[in-house]
């Protein structure tokens, strides 16, 4: 089992700045990849982006491409989700997860654990 943390949300205004955080404990050395997904109210959960763990590789949606990045530290096996440039329609539930099976996450359903999620509002 992978436990998962994150923390960081909270309310911001558009153009701003936030840095979500994901701690990782448990059996670690299983994680081939950290991904973040989110979740609007009545809308289905959004991949936003990954990390392959060993070799630090990124990819991230579209709708976040140029404005978000993902970093990782490995020897806190830990991974941020750094979101510049917020706008409202960024507000959602972050949810981080956890890969054993896929290098580059792009589904729920490659993910294996996942963190409880953390709320971004982006207030216009």
């Known amino acids: 089992q992978v436990q998962l943390v994150e923390s960081g949300g909270g309310l911001v205004q558009a153009g701003g700045s936030l840095r979500l955080s994901c701690a990782a404990s448990?059996?670690?050395?299983?994680?081939?990849?950290m991904a973040w997904f989110r979740q609007a109210p009545g809308k289905e959960r959004e991949f936003v982006g990954t990390?392959?763990?060993?070799?630090?590789?990124?990819y991230y949606a579209d709708s976040v491409k140029g404005r978000f990045t993902i970093s990782g530290d490995n020897a806190k096996n830990t991974v941020y989700l750094q979101m510049n440039s917020l706008k409202p329609e960024d507000t959602a539930v972050y949810y981080c997860?956890?890969?054993?099976?896929?290098?580059?996450?792009?589904?729920?359903?490659?993910?294996?654990?996942w963190g409880r999620g953390t709320q971004v509002t982006v207030s216009s």
């Open positions: 997860a956890v890969s054993a099976r896929y290098y580059r996450p792009k589904s729920a359903n490659e993910c294996d654990y």
């Open positions: 448990g059996r670690t050395f299983s994680i081939l990849a």
């Open positions: 990390m392959s763990w060993s070799a630090s590789g990124t």
